[in-house]
């Protein structure tokens, strides 16, 4: 009963991660507002908890490489997003 509800889960966040990461805006602005802020932290903190239950169900896998949002400014300088 546990595994299938963290399957569940799984799955579920990553339809929220792929909802979130196709309609985000990745225009280059000069100003992130904060709800676009709070969006790319949201995104990053889910894809953290998503990869350690998937770490959880499948420890043998071949991990790869995750993927998280950060903002790129009109000047090319990257913000990365963290809980700090």
Known sequence: MSR??????VESLI???NDIYRHID???????SDIDFEL??????LVAINQRNIDTL???????????LA????QKDIQEVSDD
Do not use: A, Q
Request: charged share 40%; glycine share 2%.
């Open 4 to 9: 299938e509800l963290l399957e569940n889960s």
């Open 15 to 17: 339809n929220v991660c």
């Open 26 to 32: 990745r225009s280059e602005r000069e100003e992130i």
């Open 40 to 45: 790319v932290k949201t995104f990053n903190k």
């Open 58 to 68: 499948y420890p043998n896998r071949t991990k790869g490489e995750v993927k998280i």
């Open 71 to 74: 903002f790129r400014n009109v």
